[in-house]
């Protein structure tokens, strides 16, 4: 996910263009994540990253990330309520309520870039 959020940061730049992105403009930005490899493939794994400029590229990263982030966060809850071990329990809740957190601040994002600012 952090891969996600850094392309999201590095769209927010002033160099961003609405140029159609090409595979090594891709590649590029991928460079500057921790993991170059899986940046590139997630970003190429959504349809939309043929059509789209490096706001586009930062929404479809919002998106992945998102999805990402709600089914995490759906089998934290599931674990919650499947363990009967305490400990356990308040771990996955605090986990939960971070991944919460990460969804709310991605939407929050995704209203940014929908903004138009």
Do not use: P
């Given at each position: 996910m952090f891969i996600l959020v850094s392309i999201v940061v590095m769209s927010m730049t002033p160099t961003s263009t609405s140029n159609k992105l090409?595979?090594?403009?891709?590649k590029h930005l991928c460079s500057k994540t921790s993991n170059v490899g899986v940046c590139?493939?997630?970003s190429k794994s959504d349809p939309?990253?043929?059509?789209?400029?490096?706001?586009?590229?930062a929404?479809?990263?919002?998106d992945l990330a998102s999805n990402k982030a709600k089914k995490t966060h759906s089998l934290l809850n599931s674990s919650v309520n499947a363990t009967h071990d305490s400990r356990l329990k308040n771990i996955y809740k605090l986990c939960s309520s971070?991944?919460?957190d990460a969804i709310r601040d991605l939407k929050a994002i995704k209203n940014y870039l929908h903004s138009g600012a």
């Open positions: 090409t595979d090594t403009k891709i590139y493939k997630l939309r990253t043929a059509n789209v400029d490096v706001r586009g590229l929404e479809v990263s919002v971070n991944y919460n």
